[in-house]
């Protein structure tokens, strides 16, 4: 009898500012590897911008950030746009965000499987796997592991451990040296998927805000309509650039506030 495969919902967290092709691009390749793996079932894929609080310069606000990125996946039939974590009124930790979906997703699934206090809805319930809920993130992110007092090392352990990741690299980033390089990630290196994109892609939000002060084009490196919208808001101009303009990350200083 054939091993039944796991639902795998795919989260990306980040700024989104604005969300581009890439963006996206990274959530097909990613189905694509883990199908692929015969194990999992790409069910799902949730697109999370991070709240204003994050403090990072030149991020606009998060109700604009949502409306580009659900215009962007409006022709997308398993990719959604969820606004909790950018409702929050404080910067939200990756792990936090991911316990938070996962919460949602489990309940999802008990009440898809039918889950009663009788015998057939336990039995439906344990004849179908539990779904998974893994971090997408791109080949720079495991870098993120070493900054100074950007990660706490028990979120480190739970993010590798309980929900793991899928990283996709491109260009010269080697994702590799930095799973070698770290005892924690290497301790969980089965729970981490390394996905090669072989069609090179170097679209950047920064490169694409900085085309947009300049007043040059950005046609086919995010979607028509988001740059009809980042138009009628007049969106990333110079002065949008200067928000938050000499502030410290939020999660540089939530980390320092937290008890030793």
Same mark, same amino acid.
């Given at each position: 009898?054939?091993t $039944? $495969?796991?639902?795998?919902v795919?989260? *990306? %967290?980040?700024?989104?500012?604005?969300?581009?092709?890439?963006?996206?691009?990274?959530?097909?390749?990613?189905?694509d590897?883990?199908?692929?793996?015969?194990?999992?079932?790409v069910?799902?894929?949730?697109?999370?911008?991070?709240? @204003?609080?994050?403090?990072?310069?030149?991020?606009?606000?998060?109700?604009?950030?949502i409306?580009?990125?659900? #215009?962007?996946?409006?022709?997308? &039939?398993?990719?959604?746009?969820?606004?909790?974590?950018? =409702?929050?009124?404080?910067?939200?930790?990756?792990?936090?965000?991911?316990?938070?979906?996962?919460?949602?997703?489990?309940k999802?699934?008990? +009440?898809?499987?039918?889950?009663?206090?009788? &015998?057939?809805?336990?039995?439906a319930?344990?004849?179908?796997p539990?779904?998974q809920?893994?971090l997408? %993130?791109?080949? @720079?992110f495991?870098?993120?592991?070493?900054?100074?007092?950007?990660?706490?090392?028990?979120?480190?352990?739970?993010?590798?451990? +309980?929900?793991?990741?899928? %990283?996709?690299?491109?260009?010269?980033? =080697?994702?590799?040296? *930095?799973?070698?390089?770290?005892?924690? #990630? &290497?301790?969980?290196?089965?729970?981490?998927?390394?996905v090669?994109?072989?069609? $090179?892609?170097?679209?950047?939000?920064?490169?694409?805000r900085?085309?947009?002060?300049?007043?040059?084009?950005?046609?086919?490196?995010?979607? @028509?309509?988001?740059?009809?919208?980042?138009h009628?808001?007049?969106?990333?101009? /110079? @002065?949008? /650039?200067?928000?938050?303009?000499?502030?410290?990350?939020?999660?540089?200083?939530?980390q320092?506030?937290?008890?030793?």
């Amino acid at each position: 009898m054939a091993t $039944r $495969r796991v639902p795998l919902v795919l989260l *990306a %967290c980040g700024s989104f500012n604005p969300i581009t092709n890439q963006h996206m691009r990274l959530f097909e390749l990613a189905r694509d590897h883990m199908n692929g793996t015969g194990q999992y079932q790409v069910v799902g894929g949730i697109v999370s911008p991070v709240s @204003d609080s994050y403090g990072k310069q030149g991020l606009v606000l998060a109700k604009h950030r949502i409306a580009m990125a659900k #215009l962007a996946l409006q022709s997308s &039939s398993w990719i959604t746009v969820d606004e909790w974590e950018s =409702q929050q009124p404080d910067w939200t930790e990756t792990v936090v965000t991911l316990r938070h979906y996962y919460g949602r997703i489990l309940k999802e699934h008990e +009440r898809s499987t039918g889950m009663h206090n009788n &015998s057939s809805g336990r039995a439906a319930l344990l004849a179908s796997p539990s779904p998974q809920l893994k971090l997408l %993130c791109g080949a @720079d992110f495991l870098s993120t592991f070493k900054v100074p007092d950007l990660w706490r090392d028990d979120h480190v352990e739970e993010l590798v451990r +309980r929900f793991g990741l899928v %990283c996709i690299s491109r260009g010269r980033l =080697q994702p590799e040296q *930095a799973v070698h390089e770290s005892d924690t #990630l &290497s301790h969980h290196r089965h729970n981490i998927f390394l996905v090669r994109e072989w069609v $090179r892609n170097e679209i950047s939000a920064t490169e694409v805000r900085r085309a947009l002060r300049r007043g040059l084009s950005v046609k086919y490196l995010i979607p @028509d309509s988001v740059i009809e919208y980042i138009h009628q808001h007049n969106l990333y101009t /110079e @002065d949008s /650039e200067r928000r938050n303009e000499g502030n410290v990350l939020r999660p540089l200083t939530k980390q320092a506030q937290e008890p030793v």
